[in-house]
């Protein structure tokens, strides 16, 4: 018995394409997807503020040993309002602050808006130099006490103050 092969004859040639069709729907559905969720995914940076208090002047505690360094505009440093030289700064606030106990060596910084960044990245530099522990950053200048304060010593050429 002799078997007889019967060859079909494909009416068009085989197509050897890629069908990008369904590709393309995939990546237009992905994109979509992706420009939804990623808005939602933003994470902020966690930044830790301090509590602020408000604090009337009158009570506001007169410590003369606080150590303020105050920088100004035109560069030059105050040490609790005394101007002091650049190349004095780091000995004069070492000598300060070798009175006191290692958790009390606390600097504050009092930094004018317009001074120079690079010479307040300087004072604090000098402030660690200097064997300071902590290192404080004020936001708002120091206010003057105002006249007739208990507890402030009086000007004796200082006219008196009004009466509210």
Same mark, same amino acid.
């Given at each position: 018995?002799? &078997?007889?092969?019967?060859? @079909?004859?494909?009416?068009?040639?085989? /197509? =050897?394409?890629?069908? $990008?069709?369904?590709? +393309? *729907?995939?990546?237009?559905?992905?994109?979509?997807?992706?420009?939804?969720?990623?808005?939602?995914?933003?994470?902020?940076?966690?930044?830790?503020?301090?509590? &602020?208090?408000?604090?009337? @002047?009158?009570?506001?505690?007169?410590? /003369? =040993?606080?150590?303020? $360094?105050?920088?100004? +505009? *035109?560069?030059?440093?105050?040490?609790?309002?005394?101007?002091?030289?650049?190349?004095?700064?780091?000995?004069?606030?070492?000598?300060?602050?070798?009175?006191?106990?290692?958790?009390?060596?606390?600097?504050?910084?009092?930094?004018?808006?317009?001074?120079?960044?690079?010479?307040?990245?300087?004072?604090?530099?000098?402030?660690?130099?200097?064997?300071?522990?902590?290192?404080?950053?004020?936001?708002?200048?120091?206010?003057?006490?105002?006249?007739?304060?208990?507890?402030?010593?009086?000007?004796?050429?200082?006219?008196?103050?009004?009466?509210?």
């Amino acid at each position: 018995m002799s &078997t007889k092969r019967k060859w @079909v004859k494909a009416s068009t040639p085989p /197509n =050897s394409d890629i069908n $990008v069709t369904p590709l +393309v *729907d995939v990546v237009l559905v992905l994109l979509i997807i992706f420009m939804v969720v990623t808005p939602l995914l933003e994470k902020d940076i966690e930044v830790r503020i301090p509590e &602020t208090e408000d604090v009337p @002047v009158e009570q506001m505690p007169q410590d /003369n =040993s606080q150590l303020i $360094v105050k920088l100004d +505009v *035109d560069g030059t440093y105050s040490i609790n309002t005394e101007p002091v030289q650049k190349d004095e700064y780091v000995n004069k606030l070492k000598r300060m602050l070798a009175a006191k106990k290692k958790e009390d060596r606390i600097v504050f910084f009092v930094a004018d808006d317009k001074a120079n960044y690079g010479l307040l990245v300087g004072a604090f530099d000098g402030a660690k130099q200097a064997g300071a522990f902590v290192l404080g950053m004020a936001t708002e200048d120091i206010p003057a006490a105002p006249a007739g304060v208990p507890g402030d010593p009086v000007d004796p050429g200082a006219a008196p103050a009004p009466a509210p």
